[in-house]
């Protein structure tokens, strides 16, 4: 080949001296030999492209007839069996050009008898670069060597979250866009921790190592006198750091949802609520043995129980459903009476008052309380008001229609007293009612700051800070002498900086987060997840924690618990503590599971913790979840702390299953459905193990 060959006549002889990759297992390249070109990575052949003339020969490289696809080769099968041999020395690119040599390309060949030596094709050290910076090859690349290293496979029971694990495909992220959600830790947060109105701050006694003490350390310091803080300081001190650990005393099965689930403000008595419209109540006065005490039914019950609340004194139970009626059930065991009906709907009007035998409802309920002094009952419904109910008059007192959407959740501001009420909306608002100030039907202020619905609002009991939770997946706090007032906010249009997802089917994005720019909370709290249901947040207790925390569920199977400055406190794993704690029954598995739209294997094991509750009394929060295969059962789970231990010596055993009686049940521990994860996953491994074929081999026999 002389060394003046134009550039698309060397092209043509690459191309129809390339062989076909189907009749040779191995192609070689090598350049050297060839008397190839060699050219710098600046000289692109790209950038020297001319259009051919008609009668070029270089038409063919780029026929699509079937011949031509024919010798099409797809670069995940060849590249197994192609080997390139790329060799450079030291001489000049003009070297190298003038000792161009005609290798294999002599017409006048005679023929000969053995094979053919295989041909050679000259690859340029530019072309060899690009080729390696194709994105779809560095793909190819990642994913093979994700194999060799033997990544396993994702479980079915695994939710897939969007992460694809090491080594896999993924879509290219744009640069990294700062948050848009309020600094963390929260500097107001510090100021409250340091205040003392929020537990007490302790300091670090190991001034080397710059830890804190421990319970042990705590606890002979405290006997020693060796710190001079008072006797009632220190014991706060210990008491609010026993944080309960994700392992499980107790794992109570229900075979519906649970929604709800609270000891009392004795911590004598806890009550969870199902979706089979029935209230189960335990006597916790020993917070680590619960005694089964009684059960309360809904009767006509619409979807589920929403809601329940208990009186100051304990004696009566009120429980609602999406129905204008609240029951009201006594707690005595020995009372076997049934439930007095409550119907919010009669407000005083002649004739209107009726019995209640389940059928038209005007309005649902999704949330109630009983006031301080126990003689009336606040509700939240679907018509976007507020109610509150006499005891004594039989009949709603007031009404106040005061927001553009379902009220989710209701509370009082003060235990001591029925004056103060907030609300929370999916309009977003969280507002405050005077009752003393409302000839004119109007709030006497709104807390602006969600840009979605409420889910929950939870007071601290002390007249000024509230609590809430929001479907813009954030907790917020707040302070009653910092509510914007009515004139103001009524000129805000609250709808522009919300998007109305629909937080039952759809996954929510940061990226669609938008600071609210009236947003006048304390401290936002994030890391939950508040998605298929109205998850709830509480204040803790200031007899066990000295209310040092803030607390919520979430629907990825976790509880949530923030230090006031909206740094993480503790986690407790519910999905971990039950996972596979009972046997899986296909017979009773919906058709149709609750899940967020898109989720992989929606028939898995999952648990969304729907409300959570911690003892007044003791280091023990109760967790009240869907939880189960397809989450389509209920649990409540006992969590206490113990040092993040495996295992105790007290009796119940840590991890006993118990059905909602609270009796041993030898069903909840049968497997031989299902092997254990382990097992399962180990099963899956081998089944699933990649199988490289040999060049010849087509049939699957490798290793």
């Known amino acids: 080949m002389s060394s003046n060959m134009s550039s698309d006549e060397r092209t043509a002889a690459v191309h129809n001296d390339s062989p076909d990759p189907s009749s040779h297992a191995t192609n070689i390249y090598d350049i050297e030999d060839a008397g190839g070109e060699s050219f710098d990575e600046e000289d692109d052949d790209d950038m020297d492209f001319e259009p051919m003339a008609d009668d070029s020969e270089d038409l063919d490289f780029f026929d699509t007839t079937d011949e031509a696809e024919a010798e099409f080769h797809d670069a995940d099968d060849g590249l197994s069996g192609v080997e390139i041999n790329f060799s450079m020395d030291d001489r000049e690119d003009d070297e190298l050009d003038g000792n161009e040599t005609e290798t294999g390309t002599d017409t006048n060949q005679p023929a000969a008898t053995t094979p053919a030596p295989r041909p050679l094709v000259q690859v340029t050290r530019s072309q060899i670069l690009r080729l390696f910076g194709q994105h779809g090859l560095q793909d190819l690349f990642r994913t093979h060597h994700a194999n060799a290293l033997g990544n396993p496979p994702l479980d079915d029971d695994e939710e897939d979250d969007g992460y694809t694990g090491r080594g896999s495909r993924r879509r290219r992220q744009g640069r990294p866009v700062p948050s848009r959600y ?120 619409q979807w589920t129980i929403t809601d329940a609340s208990l009186s100051p004194d304990n004696r009566f139970l009120a429980y609602s459903s999406i129905r204008s009626v609240v029951f009201l059930a006594p707690t005595d065991p020995t009372l076997s009476a049934d439930p007095i009906a409550l119907d919010f709907a009669y407000l005083g009007q002649a004739g209107r008052r009726r019995q209640f035998t389940g059928g038209y409802s005007h309005f649902g309920i999704w949330s109630i309380r009983f006031s301080g002094d126990g003689r009336e009952v606040v509700a939240g419904t679907s018509d976007h008001s507020v ?80 609590l809430s939770n929001g479907k813009d997946q954030t907790m917020k706090l707040w302070d009653l002498r910092k509510m914007m007032p009515t004139e103001k906010a009524s000129k805000i249009d609250v709808n522009r900086y919300s998007t109305g997802f629909d937080y039952r089917f759809m996954p929510y994005s940061e990226a669609d987060y938008e600071p609210h720019p009236y947003d006048c909370s304390l401290v936002t709290f994030r890391g939950h997840r508040v998605l298929k249901t109205l998850i709830r947040c509480h204040f803790s207790p200031p007899g066990s924690t000295d209310s040092r925390y803030v607390y919520s569920g979430s629907e990825d199977g976790c509880i949530y618990i923030y230090n006031m400055d909206a740094t993480l406190a503790g986690k407790i794993d519910v999905n971990r503590a039950t996972h596979h704690s009972r046997p899986r029954d296909d017979s009773s598995m919906h058709p149709h599971p609750y899940s967020i739209r898109g989720s992989r294997n929606p028939e898995a094991w999952k648990t969304c913790v729907r409300d959570a509750s911690w003892h007044p009394n003791a280091p023990v929060v109760a967790a009240t979840s869907w939880n189960g295969w397809g989450m389509q059962t209920g649990t409540c789970t006992t969590h206490s702390w113990n040092d993040d231990a495996d295992d105790d010596e007290g009796e119940p055993k840590m991890g006993s299953r118990v059905n909602q009686l609270l009796e041993e049940d030898a069903s909840l521990y049968d497997h031989s459905q299902r092997g254990g994860r382990t097992s399962q996953f180990r099963s899956r491994l081998r089944s699933q193990r990649v199988q490289p074929l040999g060049d010849d081999d087509d049939d699957g026999d490798g290793w």
Not at 430 to 458: C, N, P, Q
């Open 182 to 301: 309020p600094p963390i830790p929260s500097e107001e947060g510090r100021r409250l921790m340091s205040s003392g109105t929020f537990g007490e701050t302790g300091f670090y006694e190991d001034k080397l190592r710059k830890r804190k003490d421990r319970l042990a350390r705590r606890l002979i310091y405290r006997e020693l006198g060796v710190n001079q803080d008072p006797p009632a300081r220190a014991n706060k001190l210990i008491s609010q750091g026993l944080i309960p650990s994700s392992n499980a005393d107790t794992i109570i099965h229900y075979n519906a949802r649970c929604y709800s689930g609270q000891f009392s403000d004795d911590g004598n008595f806890f009550f969870c609520c199902g979706q089979d419209f029935k209230v189960r109540m335990y006597d916790t006065s020993n917070p680590y043995k619960w005694k089964y005490y009684k059960t309360a039914e809904y009767p006509y019950g």
């Open 387 to 466: 109610y509150v109910y006499d005891i004594e008059a039989k009949q709603s007192i007031l009404r106040i229609p005061g927001h553009n959407d379902d009220v989710n959740a209701v509370c009082f501001g003060d235990n001591s007293s029925p004056h103060i009420l907030y609300s929370g909306s999916d309009d977003t608002l969280i507002k405050v009612w005077d009752r003393r100030s409302m000839g004119d039907s109007r709030e006497a202020g709104v807390f602006l700051g969600h840009t979605e619905g409420l889910t929950y609002v939870d007071s601290k009991g002390d007249g000024r800070y509230v």
